[in-house]
């Protein structure tokens, strides 16, 4: 399943499929379509010192990311998908703001590694 996400006055396409060995289809479908909400409504914000603002569609308040080491993004503590996951529509909307998903998904499978 792939996501085209509108980026300014760019697009990138999100290959949700390239995680199809870790999800189930039914797993990728929701992040995916969340991500491309947060994206379309502008649901994201640059913050400091390598921190994003992510609207939140179950709290008042916006969830915040951070960027780590070889383009891995990390969603707050009130995240329950990020927590369960590692991996989050938040953490996936962020990617594709900064145009490196296909960067995030290598990070990603390597943590995945690490903790296997």
């Not at 990728?28 to 913050?47: M, T, V, Y």
């Not at 992510?54 to 070889?70: D, F, G, Y």
């Not at 009130?78 to 953490?91: G, P, V």
């Amino acid at each position: 399943m792939a996501i085209v996400l509108p980026h300014h006055k760019l697009t990138s396409v999100i290959n949700l499929q390239t995680l199809s060995d870790l999800f189930a289809e039914k797993d990728l479908q929701l992040p995916g379509e969340k991500a491309q909400r947060l994206s379309q409504e502008r649901g994201i914000w640059d913050g400091f010192e390598k921190t994003c603002l992510v609207k939140s569609e179950s709290l008042q308040m916006p969830h915040t990311m951070k960027a780590v080491s070889n383009n891995g993004y990390l969603c707050d503590n009130q995240c329950l998908s990020f927590k369960l996951r590692k991996l989050c529509a938040h953490t996936v909307a962020v990617a594709a703001h900064n145009r490196n998903v296909a960067a995030h998904f290598n990070w990603y499978r390597n943590q995945e590694k690490k903790t296997a």
